[in-house]
T-cell receptor, first 112, second 114 residues
Framework: DQQVKQNSPSLSVQEGRISILNCDYT??????FLWYKKYPAEGPTFLIS?????DKNEDGRFTVFLNKSAKHLSLHIVPSQPGDSAVYFC???????????FGAGTILRVKS | KAGVTQTPRYLIKTRGQQVTLSCSPI?????VSWYQQTPGQGLQFLFE???????NKGNFPGRFSGRQFSNSRSEMNVSTLELGDSALYLC?????????????FGPGTRLTVT
């Protein structure tokens, strides 16, 4: 039972344009959401998070939007840079716990 | 501040053997979680330790166990290794307590079981 889904296995974007990565979840108990970036042979790097009491959180070029009614969140990267090319994972946790449930990941390629 | 460190980085074991992986969290972090990453199952939560106590557990068999020491360092043990245990094992640390969920990952230990 996939509680966190990233339905796009890959995304290709031109440098300077916006990258939008999407994530859907099914568990209504999730109250905290995170995005991680991962390069091959490295551990995931924390990017940005959002609590379920908010609908938007911004940090530099990264913005996460949360639509609780649709159980959907998205990560916007503006402007996209070639160094952003990596696998992006969406993760969720529930009830103040540290058990993260991850999506399958989306490979982002930013072309120069 | 130093990041999360994991040792060893690479390990090759034979079926039936056991293995112990080590994780040192970021200084001041008291929660340590372990994850398994495989191509088929993705990133899956194994367990979390906080103040030397297991606080959360994922859906893995009892062959997978862990512990945490008073300095927050953690070890993970897998007994009676199976081919399917070949994976990247990731450790993550966080400040939690409650209400703090950002976890910072180490580089992982690549375990190959032959």
């Amino acid at each position: 039972d996939q509680q966190v889904k990233q339905n796009s296995p890959s995304l290709s974007v031109q440098e300077g344009r916006i990258s939008i990565l999407n994530c859907d979840y099914t568990n209504s108990m999730f109250d905290y959401f995170l995005w991680y970036k991962k390069y091959p042979a490295e551990g995931p790097t924390f990017l940005i998070s959002i609590s379920s009491i908010k609908d938007k959180n911004e940090d530099g070029r990264f913005t996460v939007f949360l639509n609780k009614s649709a159980k959907h969140l998205s990560l916007h990267i503006v402007p996209s840079q070639p160094g952003d090319s990596a696998v992006y994972f969406c993760a969720a946790s529930a009830l103040g716990g540290n058990k993260l449930v991850f999506g399958a990941g989306t490979i982002l390629r930013v072309k120069s | 501040k130093a990041g999360v460190t994991q040792t060893p980085r690479y390990l090759i074991k034979t079926r039936g053997q056991q293995v112990t992986l080590s994780c040192s969290p970021i200084s001041g972090h008291r929660s340590v979680s372990w994850y398994q990453q495989t191509p088929g199952q993705g990133l899956q939560f194994l367990f979390e330790y906080f103040s030397e106590t297991q606080r959360n557990k994922g859906n893995f068999p009892g062959r997978f166990s862990g512990r945490q020491f008073s300095n927050s360092r953690s070890e993970m043990n897998v007994s009676t290794l199976e081919l399917g245990d070949s994976a990247l094992y990731l450790c993550a640390s966080s400040l939690a307590g409650t209400g703090t969920h950002e976890q910072y990952f180490g580089p992982g230990t690549r375990l190959t079981v032959t």
